[in-house]
């Protein structure tokens, strides 16, 4: 398996347009389509309020478990918008599909932006006339928000002798907390998998990648990762049998490889931020009590704070570890810097202070914390916290 140049599956085509749903003709427009169904797969945000188009997709994935087409628009997130807010969602898919020529059951939407504007379906219906089909787009430019750059990888990968591709593009910089989702995520594969085994894979790898990032602490209302796969590589069907184990383990291993690096780049790009921050925890009692400090230390306005102002105040990172439920040690607590130990049996290490002040000073920080209760590991991805997020959000508004 490798990464290699973006590109989209066999069989893939994206369009973008400027909609006006975003000023000064910025991209706020998209599609992904397919040449055939495909079979589809989705995690949701557990918000009580989930948005229009969420509750929409959802629904139409669990119907038929396949896909054609997502039709995308960032700038309004048609949230809380009740029932007009799901008409707007049926329309769009409706209007999207007369213009593809494809059943509309196989037409999912998805939108990102500010919460309780109603859907200009003018402005859909304009965007929807200025969408193509074309191998190369700007769609990972078009889904932003207040992000500051692209989310995108695409990764080679063999499976059982035949090359599968899998592409993956995200957007996410504020409201970042998600639980069995994301920010807007979407994934498209040539592999040929059986829809039931797709969801499992998904639902499991969610759980390791998007699930273990955290920007602010707030789970937005429009979060969903979808993933479809057309087959068009002609390989042998995946699924759950005995004799397609390696080969499903080399395509769950390249699907996690696309999850966890659009994870990363949504945690790089936390609003405001100057440094990224991963947290790995190692010996614990269970691969979720691990990922559950991890996060709790990546989510800490306190160590958010710390790592901010370049201080070496460890006791943060204690605190945060003992909130959460997870099993440890009182006695038998490590935690790194890098590779530079602070604490050793959950005492202070005498570090060296201008080793430590530079390992600070760097954009990229990596903590390790040995809970020595276990075997398990997991790791949690974060950024500072800084005035510019304070900034960003005073002045985001509809």
């Avoid at 989209?8 to 085509?13: A, L, M, T, Y």
């Avoid at 509750?55 to 038929?64: A, C, E, P, V, Y």
């Avoid at 609003?271 to 990224?276: A, P, Q, V």
Wanted: net charge negative; glycine share 8%; charged share 20%.
């Amino acid at each position: 398996m490798q990464a290699i140049d973006f590109t989209w599956p066999k069989g893939f085509q994206t369009g973008t347009a400027h909609a006006g749903f975003k000023e000064d003709d910025q991209l706020d427009m998209a599609w992904i389509v397919s040449d055939v169904p495909a079979v589809a797969a989705g995690v949701y945000t557990k918000n009580q309020f989930q948005a229009a188009p969420v509750q929409f997709t959802k629904n139409l994935i669990n119907q038929n478990h396949k896909l054609q087409a997502v039709v995308i628009n960032s700038g309004n997130a048609n949230s809380f918008t009740g029932q007009e807010g799901l008409d707007h969602a049926d329309e769009t898919h409706q209007l999207a599909a007369n213009q593809l020529a494809i059943n509309p059951d196989l037409v999912a939407v998805a939108s990102t932006g500010v919460i309780g504007k109603q859907l200009e379906m003018e402005k859909i219906k304009g965007g929807l006339n200025q969408l193509s089909l074309t191998r190369k787009s700007d769609i990972a430019h078009a889904i932003l928000t207040t992000d500051s750059c692209e989310k995108k990888i695409t990764v080679a990968v063999m499976v059982a002798g035949q090359p599968v591709t899998i592409t993956g593009i995200a957007k996410g910089s504020g409201m970042i907390h998600p639980n069995v989702g994301t920010t807007l995520g979407f994934v498209t594969t040539d592999a040929s998998i059986a829809s039931e085994t797709l969801q499992d894979l998904l639902s499991d790898l969610i759980q390791s990648s998007f699930n273990q990032i955290t920007v602010d602490g707030c789970m937005s209302t429009n979060d969903m990762v979808l993933v479809l796969a057309n087959g068009q590589a002609e390989n042998e069907l995946l699924d759950q049998s005995s004799a397609q184990t390696d080969a499903l383990a080399d395509f769950k291993e390249g699907l996690k490889v696309v999850l966890v690096a659009l994870a990363k780049m949504v945690a790089k790009d936390g609003e405001g931020s100057n440094k990224f921050v991963q947290a790995t925890v190692v010996n614990a009692a269970s691969v979720v009590e691990a990922n559950q400090v991890a996060r709790a230390i990546v989510g800490s306005n306190l160590i958010k704070a710390m790592l901010f102002g370049e201080e070496n105040n460890w006791g943060r990172i204690v605190q945060a570890i003992g909130q959460t439920q997870a099993q440890i040690n009182p006695t038998h607590l490590d935690i790194y810097l890098a590779d530079m130990p602070l604490v050793k049996d959950s005492q202070k290490v005498l570090a060296d202070r201008d080793q430590v002040a530079a390992i600070l000073a760097e954009d990229d920080i990596n903590l390790t914390i040995d809970l020595h209760v276990g075997e398990a590991t997991g790791q949690a991805w974060g950024c500072d916290l800084t005035y510019k997020y304070v900034e960003i959000n005073a002045a985001y508004e509809g």
